[in-house]
């Protein structure tokens, strides 16, 4: 997946030295793939390493969550650094020692790599104490789909554990490794879903007059759905209308009373989002109206677009500058229609999200796919990001 050279790029050198140990901690991570809620062991194990280093250990947070607070000197600034520990639902086809253990669990977006490498920083951290201020590392469970930031913002993240800044990291494959991304404003997309049930009355397929068909009926709806980014948003506006599934019938000569479908939207402002969710809403009644049939339609914001403040992306951008050098650190890069619930807390505070080059991703080694795995040679560089974002933020 790609290596990086030491004397190349500014990882601190103790961090280098427990090296062997971070991907030790990350390949015991990704053989035990816990899903959403459920990190259990994932969070027993960030738990005692911390508690072994010090920290003050608070857990409970969205059932899962582990928060590490660890301070020194006389300041009152406080910062937070948060890593995502959940796994996918995904039958893992890799073959190494490492592979989970657990079928049809794995670490297919390389949360296991982004737990170990606040693991490494916490080490350091503890051990160095070159900081004046709180540091709060936040391990946080289930990203993936059930938004457990918001979760934890809700039960008193912020409250409990206050924090002036929040920052987050997530490893990117197709990015060299030793490269880095940061911006300000959107880094990735705002995901809802939504789901379409047209009910008309079924007939012999023989006999289409005596029925209002709902297959017909939703085929021109996922057709029309597609107009709404191409005719109704503004051109430089970026948006997605994805139907991802389309359920109706059970045998071949039955026109069947019923079809659901269901999708998703992406978006990066709220003005977009909301223009999106209408004129579906407003398609199905008259699809609907059209096909004689009717119509239930249902849909849930889920996740935020991912939005950085420009002051703590500067900052983030000037840490990677000095961490691995410009030519390095891409700034205009074009956000990706992913989504990111690291959303909820840059809603909450400022902060920065980042992206940390995974290697080229050969032989299908990208996000969510069974033959995915984490690039060890980056984890003692993303730990030393965030030693160094925490030096310079409370320095």
């Not at 490494?120 to 590392?137: I, S």
Request: proline share 5%; aromatic share 8%.
């Amino acid at each position: 997946m790609g290596a990086i050279e030491k004397p190349l790029f500014g990882i601190i050198g103790d961090i280098h030295a427990f090296h062997d140990e971070l991907k030790s901690i990350r390949h015991d991570i990704h053989a035990h793939p816990e899903t959403a809620f459920e990190e259990q062991r994932t969070s027993d194990v960030v738990a005692a390493k911390l508690s072994a280093w010090g920290y003050e250990v608070h857990r409970g947070l969205a059932k899962t969550g582990v928060v590490g607070v660890l301070r020194n000197g006389t300041s009152k600034r406080t910062i937070g650094l948060r890593a995502d520990m959940d796994a996918l639902h995904i039958h893992e086809k890799n073959a190494f020692a490492h592979k989970s253990q657990h079928a049809g669990k794995m670490h297919a977006c390389g949360h296991d790599g982004h737990t170990t490498m606040l693991l490494g920083a916490a080490k350091y951290l503890a051990q160095h104490r070159n900081f004046d201020g709180t540091v709060n590392c936040i391990f946080q469970p289930a990203e993936e789909n059930e938004g457990g930031a918001r979760v934890m913002i809700e039960e008193g993240l912020f409250e409990r554990f206050p924090c002036d800044t929040v920052w987050g990291m997530h490893n990117w494959p197709g990015m060299d490794a030793g490269q880095f991304c940061v911006m300000p404003g959107p880094m990735m997309a705002g995901f809802d879903i939504f789901e379409i049930t047209l009910t008309g009355r079924g007939a012999h397929a023989a006999m289409p007059h005596n029925g209002w068909d709902p297959i017909v009926a939703g085929s021109a709806l996922v057709q029309a759905l597609q107009t709404i980014v191409s005719r109704n948003t503004h051109p430089v506006e970026a948006g997605v209308v994805s139907v991802t599934q389309f359920h109706g019938g059970d045998t071949w000569n039955v026109i069947p009373n019923e079809v659901v479908i269901r999708g998703t939207t992406r978006s990066f402002k709220p003005e977009v989002q909301a223009l999106i969710q209408n004129r579906i809403g407003e398609i199905c009644n008259g699809v609907g109206a059209t096909y004689g049939c009717a119509v239930k339609f249902w849909y849930d914001r889920r996740y935020p677009p991912t939005v950085n403040s420009a002051a703590e992306a500067e900052t983030s951008r000037s840490v990677l500058v000095d961490l691995v050098g410009a030519g390095n650190v891409h700034t205009d890069l074009t956000p990706t229609m992913g989504a990111e619930d690291f959303a909820f807390m840059l809603q909450a505070k400022p902060g920065c999200y980042i992206w940390i080059g995974n290697g080229a991703g050969e032989g299908g080694c990208m996000l969510h796919n069974p033959g995915y795995d984490f690039n060890d040679e980056i984890l003692p560089l993303g730990a030393s990001y965030w030693v160094k974002l925490v030096e310079q933020c409370l320095k």
